[in-house]
């Protein structure tokens, strides 16, 4: 009974730290960062900035502003699938943060509150 329990427990760890871990790493930006980013505004359980425009080729600072008592980010992904994160930003309540996205070419992407997947928007990079 011992050895059933500890192998289960075991079995749950490894299950725990393979959720936990990203298998696909985010992109490092370098050289310089543009602070003058768009703000993304989070209330009423909604984006209320639902498309912002940034430049491409340049990394940049996105600003959070969470208005709600409920816990969202602002992820970014090469698209609606969500399957190649581009930056995905902490997750807050009732605050501000910011984050890098590092230079992007020109094209469309998709970002989310990973949180409430139904509050989605548009990043347009020219």
Known sequence: MKRLLLTIGLVALVAISAACSST????????PIDPNGPTIVAKNLAFTTTTVEIAAGKNVTLHFDNQ???PHNVAIYQDSSASKKISVGQIITSAKSDQVVPALAAGTYFFRCDVHTNMTGTIVVK
């Open 68 to 70: 709600d008592s409920a």
């Open 24 to 31: 696909a790493a985010e992109p490092v930006p370098s050289g």
